[in-house]
């Protein structure tokens, strides 16, 4: 380039000497980045590093649909190309896509546009199709968009023959049968998908199949709209799977893995391709699920419910009952179980990942927390949260890791009711203090993961009923590593240093945030 700087480009042909056979003047060759083209010397082209060529082009190339060059030539004459280059260049356009294809777009229009406001009407400043027509660069090319669509759809793979052994058919289930699945993909207790274990050799036989890299290597990436079967490389494992196209836009795709439920937002281009026919003869083998009789804590079910029953449920099998099936969104309602004496819902309510709404969980609290949760009584509530402070400090209660996670829950739930709150700060300290070392650290990390050690520790920088027993909790968990990474930090010991110097507590509250400011300080110095 004539800055003196090196860029990517692609070369679209080579120019060799008229006098010397074979001697190689130069190549031309346009920047993957800038869009530029132009005729350079041998010696400044170099071979870029593989690293380099993953990155996308950042350059996107511009076609006017509607107008081809004058006097039928094949391209427009470079002082067209110059006139636009002195209107364009710089200026923030509009335009209106008809077809996307890799880093290239047909427009049907390409506009400066401008606010006329005393009118509030957009009014068009610069038509790049108007200065080709005025300027007579250009004539009209009415048949542009049709030939186009019709390239298009001649591109595309054909449909399968209706004698063909290729179906695109899904797996289903007959209701009140029982199956042995395992989870693939989790959205929620409400949303999730299964596989067949019955199934799964054949999956795997295809996919190995799939991945062959000469098969791959055959296949030639090409622009396939919204609906279409494909394959599709997957970002976290870099192998590739049977997929449907969810969305397009410039050089990604949004895909839905058939298989598996699961789906990736943003694929490059180059990683999606046809499917050959003989691909689609295994039906798809995703069955969309909800579990029956759970419902979530609060109105909605969250990013925690959904890693708690991932967790749960990976690396395991269960047996799937079908209790209905749900034409509409081809959603079956099923039961599931490690075992016949381990239902899935029972365990998932003892995390309190949701509550059950006619099983019974093996929790020792969940009447108490299903009060905390549901009652809009204040009374009930801080009854509730004054027995289980009193149950577990009596210790004769099985406390499970769930425990903790609900008592995080309940925390930032009542949040602002300070009397409740003193109970289940106890709560939490107790539940902590019955844990021996290793599965303190554990239970640590998930009072940090839930964000509530923050709050309280924030609660501490003002007049608060609760000092003593966000206090005694910071305490209780110690100088443990993961809250060093306490975003609240410094901040919180600046804070309560502030406290006590400038809005002086009460005399009885005083030793608690003392007592906070010197654990803090032995976690972060």
């Avoid at 009584?377 to 949260?385: E, K, N, Q, R, S």
């Avoid at 903790?404 to 106890?426: G, Q």
């Amino acid at each position: 380039q004539t800055d003196n700087m090196i860029y990517r480009a692609k070369v679209s042909s080579v120019r060799y000497n008229a006098d010397r056979a074979g001697r190689v003047d130069g190549v031309l060759a346009r920047c993957l980045d800038t869009g530029e083209e132009g005729l350079y010397p041998l010696e400044t082209v170099y071979r870029f590093p593989a690293r380099l060529a993953e990155q996308p082009a950042f350059a996107t190339e511009l076609i006017v649909c509607g107008v081809k060059p004058a006097e039928n030539d094949r391209h427009f004459a470079s002082y067209c190309k110059e006139e636009l280059r002195k209107r364009v260049v710089g200026e923030v356009l509009e335009g209106r896509i008809e077809l996307a294809l890799g880093n290239c777009l047909w427009l049907r229009t390409l506009e400066k546009r401008q606010l006329l406001k005393n009118l509030k009407l957009m009014s068009s400043e610069l038509s790049v199709k108007k200065v080709i027509m005025d300027k007579k660069f250009g004539v009209s090319n009415e048949e542009h968009i049709k030939l186009l669509r019709a390239a298009v759809r001649e591109a595309l793979p054909q449909e399968v023959p209706e004698d063909s052994d290729v179906t695109t058919s899904r797996v289903t289930l007959e209701t009140g049968t029982r199956h042995q699945v395992c989870i693939s993909h989790v959205q929620s207790p409400h949303s999730f998908y299964v596989n067949l274990l019955a199934n799964m050799t054949s999956l795997e036989d295809l996919e190995e199949e799939l991945n062959d890299v000469q098969l791959l290597e055959s296949i030639l990436p090409c622009w396939l709209p919204k609906t279409t079967l494909c394959i599709a490389r997957y970002s976290k494992d870099n192998r590739w799977y049977r997929a449907e196209v969810r969305r397009t836009w410039h050089d990604k795709y949004h895909v839905y893995f058939v298989d598996y439920g699961n789906e990736d937002e943003a694929v490059p281009s180059n990683y999606v391709k046809t499917i050959p026919p003989h691909f689609l003869q295994l039906p798809f083998q995703a069955v969309y699920c909800t579990l029956s009789g759970i419902e979530p804590i609060s109105d909605e079910w969250g990013a925690t419910d959904q890693r708690l029953m991932t967790e749960l449920s990976e690396e395991e099998d269960f047996f799937c009952d079908v209790l209905s099936h749900s034409e509409s969104d081809n959603k079956y309602t099923v039961e599931m179980a490690y075992d016949d004496t381990m239902p899935l819902i029972d365990i998932l309510c003892r995390s309190h990942v949701g509550l059950d709404t006619g099983h019974v969980s093996n929790s020792a609290f969940s009447d108490l927390f299903n009060k905390l949760y549901r009652s809009d009584d204040d009374y009930v509530v801080l009854c509730a949260a004054e027995s289980l402070e009193v149950d577990l400090k009596a210790g004769d209660k099985g406390v499970i890791p769930g425990d903790l996670a609900t008592v995080c829950r309940l925390c930032k739930l009542r949040y602002e009711d300070e009397s409740v709150m003193v109970h289940l700060i106890s709560s939490l300290n107790l539940v902590l203090k019955m844990q021996g070392e290793k599965e303190k650290e554990e239970w640590v990390s998930e009072l940090i993961e839930e964000e509530v050690l923050v709050s309280l520790i924030k609660k501490l920088t003002s007049p608060s009923p609760t000092h003593r027993a966000t206090a005694d909790l910071i305490a209780t968990v110690g100088a443990k590593p993961k809250i060093l990474d306490m975003p609240a930090g410094t901040q919180c010991i600046v804070s309560l240093c502030e406290l006590c110097v400038y809005k002086q507590p009460e005399s009885d509250k005083l030793l608690s945030v003392l007592r906070a400011i010197r654990t803090l300080v032995t976690v972060k110095y």
